[in-house]
């Protein structure tokens, strides 16, 4: 009967036999985790597809990015306040919309004469 601890030599190399909590669980030494043989092994040595408990995916973005883009966030609320605010006051112009382009009258078309076309190119 092996107990918790002993060196063994598993299906993906050297090993050691887990040791047992009161539940039902297998207990590895710190840097080692359980393969889906049941023997502990070293993180390095084995695939996450290999695991007893594959590890589950790395989040999209990690928690300082998440807090720094809540951060950005709450400044541009803060200054779109502090805008509307002097706005109210009067201290602050509010801004000048601008025509898009191409919304403008039409061209005017003028009238040329074929004389005046020949004239043009005689230079």
């Given at each position: 009967?092996?107990?918790?601890?002993?060196?063994?030599?598993?299906?993906?190399?050297?090993?050691?036999v887990?040791?047992?909590?009161?539940?039902?669980?297998?207990?590895?030494?710190?840097?080692?985790?359980?393969?889906?043989?049941?023997?502990?092994?070293?993180k390095?040595?084995?695939?996450?597809?290999?695991?007893?408990?594959?590890?589950?995916?790395?989040?999209?973005?990690?928690?300082?990015?998440?807090?720094?883009?809540?951060?950005?966030?709450?400044?541009?609320?803060?200054?779109?306040?502090?805008?509307?605010?002097?706005?109210?006051?009067?201290?602050?112009?509010?801004?000048?919309?601008?025509?898009?382009?191409?919304?403008?009258?039409?061209?005017?078309?003028?009238?040329?004469?074929?004389?005046?076309?020949?004239?043009?190119?005689?230079?």
């Amino acid at each position: 009967m092996l107990s918790g601890g002993e060196a063994v030599m598993g299906r993906y190399g050297a090993a050691m036999v887990p040791g047992s909590k009161m539940i039902d669980r297998a207990v590895c030494l710190p840097g080692m985790v359980v393969a889906n043989d049941g023997l502990c092994y070293n993180k390095s040595q084995i695939k996450n597809a290999d695991r007893e408990w594959p590890r589950g995916r790395r989040p999209l973005l990690t928690g300082g990015e998440m807090r720094a883009i809540s951060v950005a966030h709450r400044a541009a609320s803060k200054l779109e306040k502090t805008q509307k605010r002097l706005m109210a006051m009067g201290m602050l112009k509010k801004p000048a919309s601008r025509r898009a382009p191409g919304r403008s009258s039409a061209p005017r078309v003028t009238s040329v004469s074929d004389d005046s076309i020949l004239r043009i190119g005689k230079g």
